[in-house]
């Protein structure tokens, strides 16, 4: 198999990661916004190693790294970024901040590239056995459920009953769930030998540490005067139109595609030997037989919208406060249904070879998970907000239908991530109450663009980074 060129391929995954940490922040964020980007990083690593075969099956791997992103997405870190940011708060402690956001990096992003590289040993059939997942999946929700409790309880802030270690004073901690699922990992790897997994391992591990420390430096740099009393983006800084928290995100995007592409490129040697088989024989390692694969895929894809129901149908909204119609409803209900529907299940199908599930996650899914989101919790000032709502239902049926019939291309599927998410998030940033109240503070088009603030800058941005992406596609997806 002859690789593509490695200095392209690093380049154009720095860029892609950008644009995908960028909007996963933008348009979702939380777990199912990381879909966006670990999806991403599945699809240019097949596309690294040349293999026709690997990319006649490239939503294995792209779901495989979109999944495994899905995990450290379910932690916060807003209140842990507090830590260096708030200069005149008793809590402001940068040693224990970078500590920490090191920390809670390297788990998320060492869990998504894990997995990545763990799709293409499984794929080979040479590294593990069918056995391997069912008992690592069947034993997630209860191991996540044991590293919560150790890691993580009690958590009573009224009371004054916190865990031993603890970043986030007011909100809720989750790491010790994906603490143990990294421990789980990394010891069937070593078991079954999988060192390219470990490879990959360390790779997004040290992407996620190091770029969460340079990100959150930056940000903190261009939210505080630097030591000769300047901003950092001087006049820019002075008219309100730089978004640092964008600019953390977007840097933080650089790091991870440039570590787990670079950990890619090192450990592939050892993976293509053991897909030589594979490769050979022209076709991948699959243990499910089609039907059962078929039945499996379907039935977590009906769960997955069960999920989403369960949460859009008793929906209400009075003012800036969400309720239930119902009644007041932990929400915490529905995220414990949605894990095992969008994660655990889907994630084992894949690792044992079900395509149908990978294209389900990388095309109907990830409409869904950001139709469900901006539907329901940005798209507040649209007074037909209703009719907005059925129609994002509808075209996901739509959508669903033609998953069933005919499938998705790559290529299609790349213009989704890069102009659909895009226009998602174009609806909130344009929406017409916004676009009057601006007006109407505006004296001229420059004032009617910085009032904007930092979308002024950030979208131009995501745009440009748009365009590069769609051509890198029509050049090699098409």
């Not at 990661?17 to 699809?43: D, H, N, V």
């Not at 002075?238 to 953390?248: F, N």
């Not at 309720?323 to 095992?340: Q, S, W």
Request: positive net charge; charged residues 15%.
């Amino acid at each position: 198999m002859e690789t593509q060129n490695i200095f392209a391929f690093l380049a154009i995954s720095m860029i892609t990661m950008c644009f995908g940490w960028g909007m996963r922040g933008s348009a979702i964020g939380g777990e199912k916004g990381a879909m966006l980007p670990g999806a991403f990083m599945g699809i240019l690593c097949v596309w690294y190693t040349g293999s026709e075969l690997l990319m006649d099956n490239v939503y294995l791997f792209a779901a495989a790294c979109a999944l495994g992103y899905f995990y450290g997405g379910m932690e916060p870190y807003g209140s842990t970024m507090s830590l260096v940011l708030t200069h005149n708060s008793p809590r402001y402690n940068p040693p224990l901040g970078y500590l920490a956001l090191a920390f809670k990096g390297s788990i998320w992003s060492g869990l998504g590239s894990a997995f990545l590289g763990m799709s293409f040993s499984a794929m080979s059939g040479v590294v593990y056995k069918w056995y391997d997942f069912v008992i690592f999946f069947a034993l997630v929700p209860l191991v996540q459920e044991i590293g919560y409790r150790i890691f993580n309880t009690p958590y009573d802030p009224e009371h004054g009953k916190m865990p031993k270690v603890c970043f986030s004073k007011d909100s809720r901690e989750e790491w010790g769930r994906n603490l143990v699922i990294v421990a789980g990992v990394l010891v069937m790897a070593a078991i079954r030998r999988d060192i390219f997994t470990i490879i990959m391992w360390v790779g997004g591990a040290l992407a996620g540490s190091i770029g969460w420390v340079i990100a959150i430096t930056f940000y903190d740099k261009e939210l505080h005067p630097l030591k000769n009393g300047k901003m950092l983006f001087g006049k820019w800084e002075k008219l309100k139109i730089v978004d640092g928290w964008k600019i953390m995100e977007f840097t933080q995007g650089c790091f991870n595609g440039l570590g787990i592409a670079g950990a890619f490129v090192l450990g592939w040697p050892l993976a293509a030997k053991n897909l030589e088989q594979a490769e050979a024989a022209g076709k991948l390692w699959y243990m499910l037989p089609e039907k059962v694969d078929t039945i499996l895929s379907w039935v977590f894809c009906a769960l997955i919208i069960l999920t989403i129901f369960l949460f859009i149908i008793p929906y209400r909204r009075n003012g800036n406060k969400i309720t239930r119609a119902f009644g007041e409803v932990d929400m915490n209900i529905v995220e414990v249904l949605e894990r095992p529907c969008y994660m655990v299940g889907p994630l084992a199908l894949v690792m044992l070879g079900s395509t149908t599930m990978a294209s389900i996650i990388c095309c109907f899914t990830m409409y869904y998970v950001i139709a469900q989101h901006d539907g329901l919790e940005r798209y507040w000032d649209y007074k037909n907000i209703k009719i907005i709502r059925i129609f994002l239902i509808l075209l996901g049926a739509v959508i669903l239908v033609g998953q069933i019939l005919r499938g998705y291309t790559l290529w299609e599927t790349w213009i989704f991530y890069c102009v659909g998410y895009i226009l998602f998030d174009l609806a909130y940033f344009a929406r017409p109450k916004r676009l009057k109240e601006n007006r109407e503070k505006s004296k001229s088009l420059k004032e009617f663009i910085i009032s904007f603030g930092g979308d002024a800058t950030v979208l131009p941005f995501f745009y440009i980074l748009m365009v590069v992406l769609l051509i890198f596609g029509y050049m090699n997806f098409r």
